[in-house]
């Protein structure tokens, strides 16, 4: 298996722009996380799905973050208007029903820096 | 507060010399635990996870952890640290509520001299 794949790796855009990232988890994962890091803030829990239906979205910063699951093999976390402080990496993960012990597997990260 | 604490931000080890990498939670109930690996520039690999049974559990690279219920820890030990253990370390948990979200400590960043 490719393990969980994310993209774009880098992404550079303008205060204002819309950002779309996307995530692709590891075949036959039912639960899917976007987490962010920076510096200040180290690795947060955005928002996570469970069978493609968002369970805990409370870590969503603001209305300008969005994510949506339209099926199990494909996840996007959106942000509309992009501004200079969502700079960060946005990592998205997946844990299988098999993995009774809360094991998550991460993706390589988007690196989106907002100018 | 729930909360999990790496109360090193950085630390600096020889090359040959053992590590232990501290940390602390503060759940009512044993939490899942785990310890994730960070190399510069990829995402988060885990090293090892406890969740029941043996305290002391072996993980990948090398590395073990001891987890002890009386001081709330969970530390990270390698007897014999190697250059390309240079990464930062994340201590994680899943509170034992029934929910899956993982709290990540700040981490550990692992400087490794020759």
């Known amino acids: 298996d490719a393990g969980v794949i994310q993209s774009p790796r880098h992404e550079v855009t303008e205060m204002g722009q819309e950002v779309t990232l996307r995530c692709k988890p590891i075949?036959?994962?039912?639960?899917l996380f976007w987490y962010r890091q920076t510096m200040m803030r180290g690795l947060e829990l955005l928002i996570y799905f469970n069978n493609n239906v968002p369970i805990d979205d409370s870590g969503m910063p603001e209305d300008r973050f969005s994510a949506k699951m339209p099926n199990a093999s494909f996840s996007t976390l959106k942000i509309q208007p992009s501004e200079p402080r969502d700079s960060a990496v946005y990592f998205c993960?997946?844990?299988?029903?098999?993995?009774?012990?809360?094991?998550?597997?991460f993706g390589p990260g988007t690196r989106l820096t907002v100018l | 507060a729930q909360s999990v604490t790496q109360p090193d931000i950085h630390i600096t080890v020889s090359e040959g010399a053992s590590l232990e990498l501290r940390c602390n939670y503060s759940?009512?109930?044993?939490?899942?635990l785990f310890w994730y690996v960070q190399s510069p520039g990829q995402g988060l690999q885990l090293l090892l996870k406890?969740?029941?049974?043996?305290?002391l559990v072996q993980g990948i690279k090398g590395f073990e952890a001891e987890f002890k219920r009386s001081q709330s820890s969970f530390n990270l030990r390698k007897p014999s640290v190697h250059w390309s253990d240079a990464a930062e370390y994340f201590c994680?948990?899943?509170?034992?509520?029934?929910?899956?979200?993982?709290?990540f400590g700040a981490g550990t960043r692992l400087f490794v001299k020759a």
């Open positions: 406890y969740f029941s049974g043996d305290t």
């Open positions: 075949s036959g994962h039912d639960y």
């Open positions: 993960a997946s844990r299988g029903r098999a993995s009774g012990d809360n094991e998550q597997f």
């Open positions: 994680a948990v899943v509170p034992n509520t029934g929910g899956f979200k993982t709290i």
């Open positions: 759940y009512g109930a044993t939490p899942y």
